[in-house]
């Protein structure tokens, strides 16, 4: 329980230093824009990795 507690605190804790750090360090972008971009990077990413993590086939035989 007591570990619990501790968990919940050190959220909280994390919670207050995001809320002020949002007022210290302004957005660049406001959340849709931002998640648009996310979402682009993750897709360019994807696209440039996918080769890598394919195994090329090779014919040992």
């Not at 804790?13 to 959340?31: K, S």
């Not at 696209?47 to 014919?59: G, K, N, S, W, Y």
Request: charge should be negative; charged fraction near 30%.
């Amino acid at each position: 329980m007591e570990t619990t507690m501790q968990q919940h605190a050190q959220k909280r804790q994390l919670d207050l230093l995001m809320l002020a750090a949002d007022d210290v360090v302004p957005r660049l972008f406001d959340p849709a824009r931002r998640a648009e971009i996310v979402s682009l990077l993750k897709a360019l990413l994807s696209d440039q990795l996918a080769p890598v993590r394919i195994p090329e086939a090779t014919d040992d035989d």
